[in-house]
């Protein structure tokens, strides 16, 4: 009866030898890429690390219930953790490439992918809650907290017996934009830096000009940022396990193991993509 009993750990427990080694592996992959390219592209890497960072620690915001919420059995939005932060954040990656190609300041851009990100998170949850309101009958109510902690409101009377919650209490809603903010600005932000990168090394490496390399430079800096956006977002799945509500969430609190993989796996990511054009 006790392997029964059993409750799996989750894992929320911080790992201070494993953490202490992805420091370790970031810092290698930074002198790497220093001793390759210490100038344009160490502070591209630089960039492409933080974007990683802001969306691994944005996914966390991303209130998921995955199939249980599908069925109002749960709160967030019925998908996954990687699929939805991957929409929220190409959404806002789209926005930003568009701002950098209008040759707008960095400020804007990164804002610009920022509220592309928080814009489509914010048209999203506002269609779930339509659904689970006037499609399923059932208000929206959290599983996690007695009351919202922004506006207050009581939770335990509204959550149907049987179920951790269901539809998208506000809270859930504002982690939900604050998400898709996070990492369409992060996203954005490794586009960018890999543009510039691009912009000012394909010309003397294919010997064209500028303008000839421009739509290689936005087509292989695109693919990249995809790339390490969805890289990303599935390691932070992993770290969630299953459903998150949003900041309220006990989840939540692993967010620095996510930020510590995000880090090494975009340094890694990143080295890759500089390497094409430092070698």
Request: with cysteine; hydrophobic share 55%.
């Amino acid at each position: 009866m006790s392997a029964v009993a059993a409750k799996p750990a989750a894992g929320g427990a911080m790992n201070p030898t494993a953490m202490g080694v992805g420091v370790v592996m970031l810092l290698i992959l930074l002198g790497i890429c220093y001793y390759v390219s210490p100038a344009v592209g160490f502070m591209a890497l630089i960039g492409i690390i933080i974007g990683g960072v802001l969306i691994g620690f944005g996914t966390h915001f991303v209130p998921v219930g995955g199939a249980p919420a599908a069925m109002g059995q749960a709160p967030g939005i019925a998908t996954g953790v990687a699929m939805l932060a991957a929409g929220a954040g190409l959404a806002g990656l789209f926005g930003g490439a568009w701002a950098a190609a209008a040759g707008e300041d960095l400020i804007v851009v990164f804002i610009t992918g920022g509220v592309g990100g928080g814009l489509m998170m914010a048209i999203t949850c506002m269609m779930v809650n339509f659904v689970y309101v006037f499609g399923m009958g059932i208000p929206s109510a959290s599983g996690k907290v007695a009351k919202d902690p922004i506006t207050g409101d009581t939770q335990a009377e509204f959550k149907s017996q049987g179920t951790e919650g269901h539809g998208l209490p506000f809270v859930s809603f504002v982690g939900g934009v604050t998400g898709g903010f996070l990492g369409g600005a992060g996203g954005t932000l490794i586009y960018v830096e890999l543009l510039n990168l691009y912009k000012a090394a394909l010309p003397s490496v294919m010997g064209v000009t500028a303008a000839q390399v421009m739509p290689i430079a936005v087509s292989v800096a695109g693919m990249f940022a995809v790339g390490m956006f969805l890289v990303n977002a599935v390691l932070t799945a992993y770290n969630i396990t299953g459903t998150i509500e949003g900041p309220h969430d006990p989840k939540f609190k692993r967010w620095p193991r996510a930020i510590v993989a995000s880090a090494v796996a975009s340094a890694l990511c990143g080295l890759v993509a500089i390497l094409i054009v430092a070698m």
